[in-house]
């Protein structure tokens, strides 16, 4: 499974980015797709995750600004961001949490940049 982050870029605060990321590959064997981010001089964090089902899981402190969805067709998963704060200026990167010929994986894309500026 091969997967590619898009939509990081520079923001206010207060504004709004829509990250994507695509999965290929063998992407039958996806269960859950998330999103983790990493600040610079910090350890990487969850961020959300998603399942193929469409439950969904948050970090407490995001919920309610941050919004995680699936195209399952697409192959795709998206991290909804609005009301940003410099706080949240990290590297972004997704994963795919796969389970295949009876062993669990997980595969992690090559982060975008999110910087919110005050």
């Known amino acids: 499974v091969q997967l590619q982050a898009s939509g990081g870029g520079l923001v206010q605060a207060g504004g709004s980015l829509r990250l994507s990321c695509a999965a290929s590959?063998?992407?039958?064997?996806?269960?859950?797709m998330g999103w983790y981010r990493q600040a610079p001089g910090k350890q990487r964090e969850f961020v959300a995750s998603i399942t193929r089902g469409g439950g969904t899981n948050y970090a407490d402190s995001l919920k309610g600004r941050f919004t995680i969805s699936r195209d399952n067709a697409k192959n795709t998963v998206y991290l909804q961001m609005n009301s940003l704060k410099p706080e949240d200026t990290a590297v972004y990167y997704c994963n795919a949490e796969t389970f295949l010929r009876g062993e669990y994986k997980t595969y992690w894309g090559q982060g975008t940049q999110v910087t919110v500026s005050s």
């Open positions: 590959g063998s992407t039958f064997s996806i269960n859950t």
